[in-house]
């Protein structure tokens, strides 16, 4: 009977312990993504070939996958959350969804103001938030900063995208950063004077407006600007880059964090550290026609066409610690 006890016994081991290295193992991560599907997919596919390990993905909008992280718990299949702008990933780290993680790949990698302190989350990419003028009926010397839109000048020729849209919020949120409460709100208020049309629901359809005549300069992320571009190379508009006596442009991120009950934190942490790398962050940058955040990769040639720029270096995650304050700013300055 003894005998029988310790065969029984080693054999739940043996069973166990291939039990534990087949976890170890798991040649599998998952990834919940707001960043869209054929966005991240080819990367993807560029990993699995690369490292066996097959990358499974959901995507949705970047609310709803935090929230179902959050609902899930302990039972998530996230291992890794992708999203975009520094707002979102700030929000998901203040949820409790994400793991601090010291990875001194990410740290050479990514711009430390690109990034968690804690190391919750780390941009993958770059793109500004900057001023798209009619070259028809603006000359590049009538701009200057972000505040100038608020001038007389701009009055019935601005188009503004919704409050709503995080990007706004987040921009607004760096502005009173830089120049404090008031002063940005009546900046804020200014430009809702000087707006042409209603806000828009959209970066494209504020561009197509500016194409239509009812208004001359908007702020828009260049790659919705690269977008149209593309698909119409002669479109009469173009990107401004302000404030480069002063803060720079706007920037913000996509990016992503190891969840905090994730199944496959290793194998999270390592799909992380090479998207960050020299071999992915091409193809992830160049995908969204965004800037690479690992400075030894330059943007891909189309974007590089727009010019170069000194863009705002303060820490984005400033986005989310005055995301509410920017909220109820741009509110009373009447921006809807
Ligand atoms: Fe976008």
């Not at 310790?6 to 993504?33: K, M, N, P």
């Not at 977008?227 to 720079?248: C, E, V």
């Not at 984005?316 to 304050?325: E, I, L, M, P, Y």
């Amino acid at each position: 009977m003894p005998s029988f006890t310790r065969l029984f016994s080693s054999l739940l081991f043996v069973l166990f312990s291939l039990g534990s290295i087949c976890s170890a193992f798991a040649e599998e991560v998952w990834v919940y993504s707001s960043r869209k599907e054929h966005l991240i997919k080819p990367l993807f596919d560029q990993y699995q070939k690369e490292t066996g390990v097959s990358v499974r993905y959901i995507t949705d909008k970047a609310p709803p996958l935090m929230a179902r992280i959050k609902a899930e718990g302990k039972n998530t299949k996230a291992d890794l959350f992708m999203t975009v702008d520094a707002g979102n990933l700030w929000q998901a780290a203040n949820l409790g969804i994400l793991a601090p993680l010291k990875s001194p790949i990410l740290e050479t990698n990514v711009p430390s103001h690109l990034r968690d302190a804690e190391g919750r989350w780390a941009g993958l990419s770059i793109r500004a938030r900057t001023i798209v003028y009619s070259t028809e009926r603006v000359q590049a010397s009538e701009l200057q900063t972000y505040e100038s839109l608020a001038e007389p000048q701009w009055k019935g020729r601005l188009c503004l995208r919704t409050s709503k849209k995080v990007y706004n919020q987040s921009l607004v949120a760096t502005m009173m950063e830089h120049l404090g409460e008031e002063k940005a709100q009546s900046i804020v208020s200014a430009w809702v004077t000087n707006l042409a049309t209603p806000v828009f629901a959209n970066d494209t359809k504020l561009m197509e407006a500016i194409l239509a005549g009812q208004c001359d300069v908007g702020i828009v992320n260049t790659y919705y600007f690269g977008r149209l571009q593309k698909a119409r190379p002669d479109i009469p508009l173009a990107l401004f880059w302000p404030n480069q006596q002063g803060r720079g442009v706007h920037v913000n991120i996509s990016g992503a964090g190891v969840t905090r009950y994730a199944k496959h934190p290793q194998a999270a942490q390592k799909l992380l550290e090479w998207l960050s790398s020299s071999s992915a962050q091409s193809a992830f940058a160049g995908l969204n026609m965004e800037y690479p955040v690992n400075a030894h990769v330059k943007p891909s040639e189309e974007v590089s066409a727009w010019g170069e720029f000194k863009a705002d270096l303060i820490d984005v995650d400033v986005a989310g610690r005055n995301q509410a304050k920017a909220i109820m700013l741009m509110d009373r300055a009447g921006y809807r």
